[in-house]
């Protein structure tokens, strides 16, 4: 198991369970992403370059989006917190996790990222 993987299963029970989920939902949609281990969290990468990270923090998990200025779907559901470039969906159940919502703002921060490599 990867350091990223350990992240996850070390993580307590509610959280694990969302966090497996979010692991799942984000490698059938992006089947290039690759899961790595940056900055002591769980981090996917596409073309070599950082997408999104999942993160358990106090009492919710966090799907972090690394370019998340230049995505457009779904801004209402995105949580910035006084930060200017990174924007996330935050989630306290797995019930709260919206996979219609979760799978467009992924395919959507792919075509970013495609984007920004064809340039």
Known sequence: ????????????????????????VVEHTLPEAELLYKYRIPFFYLFGKPCCYLNHSKDYVDVGFWDAAHLTLYQEHMVTEGRKMMKSLRYKTLEEINDKVLVAILKNAEAVKYEKIMK
């Open 1 to 24: 198991m990867n350091p990223a993987e350990d992240y996850i299963f070390n993580q307590p029970e509610l959280y694990r369970s969302m966090l497996m989920h979010i692991k799942a």
